[in-house]
């Protein structure tokens, strides 16, 4: 449990540091969007599984 | 005619059966709950869509960002000092509230209209979501002046959006419910993500030193686009405090408050405002300048967080609409009460579904969300001058429960009055609730004084009279 939640926070992080990386420059604009895209897909698997854990 | 609704009425009473005690002590909630759900629920797809008419509509930086401090603070203040205590006291939602207040007949008359007020949403939430989908298949968005659908595609996608919305809502709404619940933080980190990757195209140096200058020159340059009105302070403040104004002063969120330990607890309306109406309203803003300020949320999130961004708009769209669904369902219910929960789910969202057809829902959002708030206003003004002010002037509460109304007429005649007066205001539709309400607070007072006086006086003996 502790562990998912600590996957779903830090892939949220992960969704907030890719567009600062590309900001201070970097990472450029196609590793950007692919890292934001990769860390949503880990949010919403680890994401879901804690919420249903919860519940 | 009168038979009907009160018939109607009984069948509504049935489905809301389940709230119409007060709430136990035992159920009351933290404040962290209603902080949860508050930051949950104000991040949706209006937000890529208000944040980014604020720039097309002209409002300067400095304009925009005390507007939304000022007015969003409005707002936290109406949900603390007109909801919450109303709610606290009562324990109860504004159905069951309204019913003693106002009798059975108009509260229906009231949900219905909630209801079709929301499919408008939903239907609008719908065309957000498609602006987004429409990208993967070539369809251009409607512009500004398109009130009407732009293509055949346009038609085809609303409406298979719209089906598939209303698939899944029939599939599971609870399960959908819990779903978007993991949504909405990841929206708020898009919108952030989208305005932080814009900085750069936007010319901003990484030590932001020149930040604000850009802010003001590139994004909220005070400048309208053509054919947009040019809006200054004073519509971000009233924008921001009555964007959900059915909710607060309209009284809506009793239904949330009835579970608080304080009114105190309106403050956690903050944990929804200056989130979701401050920051992901000025993400969205510095979005659309990245794409030169074209009204296009899927292309604006596209350009921003690319498909991230695209998924962003479309849950945000489709978190939005599932609730609206579900909320239209029930009132549908009471008019097909034999009808089994899909049927009436699928109703809606076929209502809905056309309604997503049309452009100008969402391309007009800002004054349909006025209007929204402005329709439903004169029924909080009602509820609140018979809690609080009636008690004071020593008039009896709560005569349609007492006396068995189906209709509180006064109440009814406040209602239409208001919006009738609010039509005919001479200035801006922005301005016009706030006058409305304190008209419909002083005509409810007045309209239930002096009938109540009269009949004072008819009861007193007549000076000079018999012995």
């Known amino acids: ?55 | 005619m009168p038979g009907t609704l009160s018939t109607l009425a009984r069948r509504m009473d049935r489905l809301y059966e389940f709230d119409r005690e007060p709430v136990a002590e035992a159920r009351l909630q933290a404040g962290r709950r209603f902080a949860g759900l508050f930051a949950g629920e104000h991040v949706a797809a209006t937000e890529f869509v208000i944040g980014a008419f604020f720039v097309l509509h002209g409002v300067s930086a400095r304009d925009l960002i005390l507007g939304l401090l000022a007015g969003n603070f409005l707002a936290v203040l109406s949900w603390t000092l007109i909801c919450a205590p109303i709610a606290v006291r009562t324990r109860l939602t504004l159905y069951w509230y309204l019913r003693k207040i106002a009798g059975p007949g108009m509260t229906l008359v009231y949900n219905i209209a909630n209801a079709f007020l929301y499919c408008i949403l939903a239907g609008a939430m719908i065309s957000v979501s498609a602006t987004a989908v429409g990208l993967g298949f070539g369809i251009r968005t409607p512009e500004l002046h398109q009130l009407m659908p732009n293509s055949v595609g346009w038609v085809v996608l609303t409406l298979s959006i719209g089906a598939a919305f209303t698939i899944l809502a029939i599939l599971g709404f609870e399960k959908l419910s819990k779903f978007a619940s993991v949504c909405s933080p990841w929206i708020f980190v898009i919108f952030l993500a989208g305005a932080v990757a814009t900085f750069r195209p936007l010319g901003i140096h990484p030590n932001l030193d020149n930040l604000w200058e850009v802010l003001q020159t590139r994004v909220w340059n005070g400048v309208p686009t053509p054919g947009q009105e040019k809006f200054g302070m004073a519509h971000v403040i009233f924008f921001a405090w009555f964007c959900n104004l059915a909710m607060h002063a309209g009284l809506s969120d009793m239904a949330l408050f009835r579970y608080a330990r304080s009114w105190k607890y309106g403050l956690y309306s903050a944990f929804g405002m200056y989130p979701g109406h401050m920051l992901a309203w000025m993400c969205s803003g510095i979005m659309v300048a990245g794409v030169n300020r074209q009204m296009d949320p899927g292309l604006m999130a596209y350009q921003a967080a690319g498909l991230a961004g695209v998924l962003a708009v479309m849950l945000a769209g489709w978190t939005t609409a599932n609730p609206t669904l579900y909320r239209a369902g029930l009132a549908l219910q009471v008019i097909t009460p034999d009808w089994p929960r899909w049927k009436i789910t699928l109703l809606a969202g076929i209502a809905t579904s056309i309604l997503a057809v049309f452009p100008v829902f969402f391309l007009r959002l800002l004054d349909y969300v006025a209007i929204y708030g402005l329709v439903l206003m004169p029924v909080g003004a009602v509820v609140f001058a018979e809690h609080w002010i009636l008690p004071r002037l020593g008039l009896e509460q709560y005569r349609a429960e007492k006396h068995g109304w189906l209709f509180n007429w006064r109440a009814l005649l406040v209602w239409v009055g208001t919006l009738a007066v609010c039509w005919g205001m001479p200035f801006h539709l922005y301005f016009r609730w706030l006058p409305g309400y304190v008209l419909a607070v002083a005509a409810y007072t007045v309209l239930q004084y002096v009938p109540a006086a009269q009949r004072v006086k008819a009861a007193a003996p007549v000076s000079g009279g018999l012995p």
């Not at chain 1, 992080?13 to 604009?29: K, N, R, S, T």
């Not at chain 1, 919403?44 to 919420?51: D, I, L, M, S």
């Open chain 1, 1 to 55: 449990m502790k562990l998912i939640a600590a996957i779903s926070l830090l892939s949220l992080a992960g969704c907030l540091a890719a567009p600062i990386a590309y900001f201070l420059g970097a990472a450029d604009v196609t590793t950007y969007k692919r890292l934001l895209f990769v860390f949503s897909v880990i949010w919403f698997v680890a994401a879901t599984a804690w919420a249903s854990r919860k519940s």
